[in-house]
Structures are given as C-alpha cells and as structure tokens.
C-alpha cells in the first residue's frame, strides 16, 4: 500500500503519518512517503524526531514541487494533506488539474489535528473536496455534515473516526512517588506576555505549596522552532527570570512518554487533555483566565474537568463527565480499536472503483470568485488550479543556492517573530 502523507508542521506530520496507519486496510503492508510543504513551520530535525514517526521517505518541497511530484510519481494508493485548510484547498484545485486527464489516482484524505474550536465553517469549507474529511469524533461528525448540508456541498465524504495518537497504559491511580503534575503548554494560548506570566508563576507556585510533588512544565518547542502556530513569547524566556524551586522542571519529548508519569495533566485547551482523557488520567482545564472561545478552553464546558489553580493548589480531583468523553471521540471505555474501521471501509470501497470521480471542491471561481483566487496565488497557482507565469521552480529542482537562501529567510523569519517583534510591540506601548 503506497502511502503520502503531505505536512506543515510537527504536529500535523504527527497528525498525517498516525492517520495513514490507521486508516490503510487491515494486513497491508505501507510504504509511507512523507512531504514536508515548505513554510514558517516546516519541522525541524530534533521535532521530527520527537515526534516518534518515520517514512520510508521524506523530503521538503514547495506546493508545486509537490504537484509536479504527484504527477511524475507512480500512483499512490492514498494521499493525507494534512494541512492547514487553505493550504488543503491549494492543493486539490492542484491535484484535479493533475489528475485531469488520468483514470488512476489516490484516495485523497484530510481533517483535523486535534479540537475544532475555532473557524469551524471556514476551515471545513476549505477542505471539501477530498474524498475524506475526518471527524475526530461523533460530535464533530455531526458539527461537519450540519456544515456541508447547510451550504448545499455534498456531506458524504464526513468520516467518523478519532484522533491517531490516541494508546497507552490506563491510569489506575498514583505511579508513586512523587505525585507529578504535568501542564502541558501551547504556542499561542494564551498570547500575552501578562497572562503567559501569570500561568507560569502560578506553576511555580503550585510546585512550593507542595514540594512532595514533581512539576513538570511539557514544551512544544524550543526558542527558533515553530509548531503549527506562532509562539512569540516562549515559557523558556520567561523561566530564566523566575525563582524555580527543585522539583519543578522544564521538559521537551514525546508527550505519550510524558503521560506515562503524570498523575495530574493541566492546561488551558491543549489536545493533550483528551490523550490524557483516553487514559483516564485525572484531567484540568484551566478557568484562571477565563473560560473564553479566543483560548479554547469552551470546547471543554460540560467536561467537568474545568478548574483554577487555586482549587488545584487546596487538592481539587477532577471526575470527567462520561457522557461527554464518549462524544469526543476519546474512546476511554476500549472501542478505540474499532474507531477506524467506517474510514477503512470507505478506503476499500474507492480504492476498489475502476475509477475515482474527480476531485470536486464546494469552492470554485463559480462560488467563491472573491476568495479562491487569493488562496491559490498563496502557493503560486491560478483560479483554474495551474501554476501561475513566473512560479517560483515550477519546472525545475531548486539548486543549492536556492535552498541555502530559503534556509536563511526561514531562520530570519523566526528570529524576527520571537525576538525582534515583541520589543516592537513593548517600545509601542510605551
């Protein structure tokens, strides 16, 4: 089974790479290609290799660089964009001009790498096309297809499924000594340097009151890397000024490895809470500052797992509401195995077809004529889906000058956001 996976950052490798495991039919062997889509977020070595998954290939290109590969290569069996949503509809306007004039392509797969809190109907949009759209769980399979339905797109392509990464131990009470609360950061939730502080002096705080416990502070990624959003004020900077007690520490790794040792899992609305959830872990999400949409901590009303430090610090356990979880696709009650099965049937089905209908995206210059044409030109493609005149190496490969010059602006770019930037925005406010 010939797999590629097409990702824009570490999480959403992650994301793509698990789900095309999950998803291939059962007792097939996967040969998986991966594509890194060039940009802000393009992982870096180290995160690649925290997150835990290895191709049998991969390799950094461009949106045409990838379309001119799609068209050159052997067919695959199935494609994942895992993507952010523009970037999804780049590349299935691209890829049903390549496949234009083809009987065989690949059953092209897309969705989500964690909560849908925000943009739900722009992000969704944007990915109606593929031959799969996947819902990480019956809530969200119900939110897809209202979406779809609602603007007359056809909803048949909503899939069922969970999120990949998803395993691990049960949590059946302490691991022993010590207690370890874990809160699991994000890059940009919440984004002030105030509100930044204030969680982390909160941890901090937590780690006094109670020095019989270990506190560990889980990061995403290191000053200069980028994750699927922009993290302008690392936890890292902020730690240097801080009075840090000795049972309070600052790790990096695969947060499956870190959930194997925590008895507490805290965080405002990170993804790793439902990883925790599956495991039964006791879980916090957090109410200090609010519980808002801009910080995603809504998503969790109704979990019965929000709290504030200050209930954490008197010795608050959290008790998930079961009715709840089960609605987040979470699988806490052991039908995690079965949760792939209706995307795996559907797979079979096409990849059983004599031939595949084309590629049909809800946006054409037909219906979004003031909207599509600016998320195509974003990777250098026209309305109609072809490279547009003067696209940066549309028809060759980028030479060693090119790539150092792209490796260059790159590390400017991230420098600017994280360092330069924020003295802007503080000179600003003075």
């Known amino acids: 089974m010939r797999v590629a996976v097409l990702a824009d950052s570490d999480t959403r490798w992650k994301w793509g790479a698990l789900t095309a495991s999950r998803i291939s039919p059962d007792n097939s062997d996967i040969l998986l290609d991966g594509y890194l889509l ?7 070595a180290r995160q690649l290799q925290e997150v835990g998954v290895t191709a049998d290939s991969l390799r950094e290109v461009t949106a045409l660089e990838f379309l001119r590969a799609m068209e050159q290569e052997e067919p695959y069996d199935i494609l994942v964009l895992a993507l952010v949503g523009g970037g999804v509809q780049a590349m299935l306007h691209g ?52 979406v779809y339905d609602g603007v007359g797109a056809d909803s ?8 990949p990464f998803l395993g691990g131990t049960t949590y059946t009470g302490e691991h022993g000594h010590p207690y370890t609360v874990v809160f699991a950061a994000q890059p940009s939730v919440p984004e002030s340097r105030k509100d930044r502080t204030y969680l982390l002096d909160r941890l901090v705080q937590h780690a006094k009151l109670h020095p019989e416990r270990e506190v560990l502070l889980k990061l995403r990624s290191k000053p200069g890397e980028h994750t699927t959003h922009i993290e302008e004020l690392p936890y890292q900077k902020l730690a240097q000024r801080a009075d840090l007690p000795p049972n309070f520490k600052l790790v990096y790794g695969h947060m499956g490895e870190v959930l194997d040792r925590t008895d507490l899992l805290v965080t405002i609305s990170s993804t790793a809470a439902l990883e925790s ?70 797979i079979d089905r096409l990849l059983g077809s004599s031939k595949l209908p084309p590629l049909a995206p809800y946006y054409t210059p037909m219906t979004a004529p003031g909207y599509l044409p600016g998320i195509l030109a974003r990777h250098h493609l026209g309305p109609d ?9 549309a028809d060759k490969e980028p ?5 150092i ?12 956001v994280q360092r330069v930037a924020p003295v802007i925005r503080r000179m600003g406010e003075l």
């Open 38 to 44: 060039r940009g802000r977020a393009t992982p870096t």
């Open 95 to 146: 890829l049903a001009k390549v496949w234009d004039d083809t009987a065989l392509r690949p059953v092209v797969v897309t969705g989500y790498v964690g909560v849908v809190y925000e943009k739900l109907t722009d992000g969704l949009l944007l990915r109606h096309g593929a031959d799969l759209v996947l819902a990480n769980s019956r809530q969200d399979a119900d939110r897809f297809k209202a």
């Open 156 to 163: 048949s392509s909503v899939t069922e499924v969970a999120l």
């Open 277 to 346: 959830l599956h495991r039964s872990i006791p879980t916090v999400v957090l109410s200090d500052l609010g519980v808002r949409e801009s910080l995603g901590n809504h998503h969790f009303v109704g979990s019965g797992c929000l709290a504030s430090w200050a209930q954490l610090d008197e010795g608050h356990q959290p008790v998930p509401d079961p009715e709840w979880v089960a609605r987040q696709g979470v699988a806490a009650d052991g039908s995690y195995e079965t949760a792939f099965d209706a995307a795996r049937d559907r």
């Open 385 to 393: 889906g072809v490279p547009l005149p003067g696209a940066p190496a």
């Open 399 to 403: 030479g060693a000058v090119r790539q």
């Open 405 to 416: 010059v792209r490796r260059a602006a790159r590390g400017a770019y991230r420098h600017g």
